[in-house]
């Protein structure tokens, strides 16, 4: 069965809005009254409900809200399990300059995918962006976020991605993996591919691959590996950065290697 409204705003119980981006803000204190709060969506064209198949459709400039959270695009579908007594929505899907925002945290791409029982989500390039209180993670090709059963997170940015932190700190590379606690906290960030890790003071080191761990603030870059600070530059197989100190020297693998400067004074 279908029903389809033009210009309308029906509003439907659900909780698909609590979307907290917990990676990269803080959780916001009002989520759990907003899943209670009714969902409005609206559309310039046309909107649909496939009760059969368990579909809600919005096209034209399309808008759900619910509460401080919204999600938007050209495009808006939003399905569940048509068997269920519940009628849960399960995955939210928001194409065509797709965009989500709540009071601490946002996103935008050409594609929103939000999985609701996973609480995981994907925003897909060109140009992907996620931001928050803690930094902000762009990506040409998508960015993941991954949701574990102890709420602790993995965002994956792939396609020139880069990590900004709330220090400033950057950390790029082909493919980027940031950990996060479940309260939100950044634990540690891996990256591969042309990395480039830039402390707060300016100082970056280039390579094939990087780990940084957030509790030491100490990051490793390998392979092919150049530390820039300034005019000065050394070369070697490995770099060691205290993004904390400021501190940073460069280590050959000891097999043969051997590591290189060009030192100029201020």
């Avoid at 050409?110 to 897909?124: A, G, L, N």
């Avoid at 960015?143 to 709330?166: P, R, V």
Wanted: charged share 25%; aromatic share 6%; proline share 2%.
């Amino acid at each position: 069965m279908f029903q389809t409204l033009n210009a309308t705003s029906p509003k439907l119980r659900s909780g698909f809005l609590g979307i907290c981006l917990v990676a990269l803000a803080a959780l916001p204190m009002g989520v759990a009254a907003q899943q209670e709060e009714p969902l409005t969506i609206e559309a310039d064209d046309i909107l649909e409900w496939n009760q059969t198949d368990g579909i809600y459709t919005a096209k034209g400039n399309a808008v759900a809200i619910q509460g401080e959270q919204e999600i938007r695009g050209n495009l808006l579908v939003a399905t569940y399990d048509p068997e269920s007594e519940e009628r849960e929505i399960e995955t939210v899907t928001a194409t065509g300059n797709a965009a989500f925002k709540d009071d601490a945290s946002s996103a935008s791409g050409s594609k929103f995918i939000y999985r609701i029982v996973e609480k995981d989500y994907r925003v897909e390039g060109p140009k992907a962006v996620v931001s928050g209180s803690r930094g902000t993670i762009t990506a040409d090709t998508y960015i993941d976020l991954d949701t574990g059963d102890d709420d602790t997170q993995k965002m994956t940015a792939s396609g020139n991605a880069i990590y900004t932190d709330s220090n400033g700190r950057v950390f790029a590379g082909d493919l980027v993996n940031a950990y996060f606690a479940a309260d939100g906290a950044l634990t540690a960030i891996d990256a591969e591919g042309d990395v480039k890790v830039t402390g707060d003071t300016g100082r970056e080191a280039t390579g094939d691959a990087a780990t940084y761990d957030a509790g030491s603030e100490f990051a490793t870059v390998t392979g092919n590996v150049e530390i820039i600070d300034g005019g000065s530059r050394m070369l070697g197989d490995r770099a060691e950065m205290d993004l904390k100190t400021g501190n940073s020297r460069m280590l050959s693998t000891g097999s043969g290697g051997r590591v290189s400067g060009v030192l100029q004074s201020n």
